[in-house]
């Protein structure tokens, strides 16, 4: 049986104050078809395929992110279920520990925690939901103890690599991952991050292997430049001292 659980409160002009009617609660077993509905429409209308590729086993996923292996929590607006994000806390030795997978020391995997998916209804986007839903899910993996927070986004997907950065994550590494080009995005709750700002370099955020180099290189994302037919990130030196996890 999975223990009761309360997301914690949040500021009252913050979170869900755009959006009157909202609440949010976290998803149980008898919410995976509404969880399953929102992710066919919302992928079905992807303006990009690569943007978010769907999992091979959604009820194995939807496990993944229940307690105590991890939380989904969901947005209704009048009973309707019009967001979710999940957060994942995966073993140390699990393959998929994005920790390992960006070649932090094996010491740390420990404290990873997986800022997994999230979607938002189109007719609810641009309330701000994602970043919301974002600081909820590092609040929660602070309280577990995982101060390493990472997400896999989509080299394409600007949106969300926009909100990721807004909240304080930088791009930390970017390759592979199960066939696709992805950035691992990265927050260290407990350090932060050290770089030299007067090192800098601006990529095109579709330019793969000087993306991957960047990260090879020990320089990390931390912000964006948007022009007319592109986006730019914005890559500075990361300053490695004794405390910093790589
Ligand atoms: C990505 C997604 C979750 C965002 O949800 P959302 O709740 O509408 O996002 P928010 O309201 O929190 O984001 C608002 C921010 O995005 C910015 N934004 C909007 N369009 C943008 C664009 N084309 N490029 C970059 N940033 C953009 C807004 O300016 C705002 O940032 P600001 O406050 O700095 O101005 C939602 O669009 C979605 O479900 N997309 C499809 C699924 C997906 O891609 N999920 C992410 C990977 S799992």
């Given at each position: 049986?999975?223990?009761?659980?309360?997301?914690?409160?949040?500021?009252?002009?913050?979170?869900?104050?755009?959006?009157?009617?909202?609440?949010?609660?976290?998803?149980?077993?008898?919410?995976?078809?509404?969880?399953?509905?929102?992710?066919?429409?919302?992928?079905?209308?992807?303006?990009?395929?690569?943007?978010?590729?769907?999992?091979?086993?959604?009820?194995?996923?939807?496990?993944?992110?229940?307690?105590?292996?991890?939380?989904?929590?969901?947005?209704?607006?009048?009973?309707?279920?019009?967001?979710?994000?999940?957060?994942?806390?995966?073993?140390?030795?699990?393959?998929?520990?994005?920790?390992?997978?960006?070649?932090?020391?094996?010491?740390?995997?420990?404290?990873?925690?997986?800022?997994?998916?999230?979607?938002?209804?189109?007719?609810?986007?641009?309330?701000?939901?994602?970043?919301?839903?974002?600081?909820?899910?590092?609040?929660?993996?602070?309280?577990?103890?995982?101060?390493?927070?990472?997400?896999?986004?989509?080299?394409?997907?600007?949106?969300?690599?926009?909100?990721?950065?807004?909240?304080?994550?930088h791009i930390?590494?970017?390759?592979?991952?199960?066939?696709?080009?992805?950035?691992?995005?990265?927050?260290?709750?407990?350090?932060?991050?050290?770089f030299?700002?007067?090192d800098e370099l601006l990529l095109?955020?579709?330019?793969?292997?000087a993306l991957?180099e960047a990260g090879?290189a020990g320089y990390a994302g931390i912000g964006?430049?948007?022009?007319?037919?592109?986006?730019l990130l914005r890559y500075v030196r990361h300053?490695?001292?004794?405390?910093?996890?790589?």
């Open positions: 049986m999975s223990k009761p659980f309360t997301p914690p409160s949040l500021p009252p002009n913050a979170a869900l104050a755009g959006i009157p009617d909202a609440h949010m609660r976290v998803l149980q077993d008898g919410d995976f078809a509404a969880w399953s509905a929102l992710r066919d429409a919302v992928i079905a209308a992807l303006p990009d395929p690569d943007f978010y590729v769907r999992e091979d086993d959604e009820q194995a996923f939807f496990a993944a992110h229940a307690s105590p292996h991890g939380e989904t929590l969901g947005v209704f607006v009048g009973g309707q279920l019009v967001a979710y994000a999940m957060v994942g806390f995966p073993d140390a030795a699990a393959p998929d520990n994005l920790g390992r997978v960006i070649g932090l020391a094996p010491a740390l995997h420990g404290a990873v925690a997986h800022v997994s998916s999230c979607m938002v209804l189109p007719a609810w986007r641009g309330h701000r939901l994602q970043r919301t839903l974002l600081d909820i899910r590092l609040m929660l993996a602070q309280m577990q103890g995982r101060h390493l927070c990472m997400a896999m986004v989509s080299l394409h997907n600007h949106l969300s690599c926009h909100n990721l950065l807004r909240q304080g994550l930390a590494w970017t390759g592979m991952i199960d066939g696709l080009q992805r950035h691992v995005a990265l927050i260290d709750l407990r350090h932060g991050l050290h030299d700002m007067g095109r955020s579709d330019d793969y292997a991957c090879r964006e430049v948007r022009e007319r037919d592109a986006v300053l490695h001292h004794e405390r910093s996890p790589w």
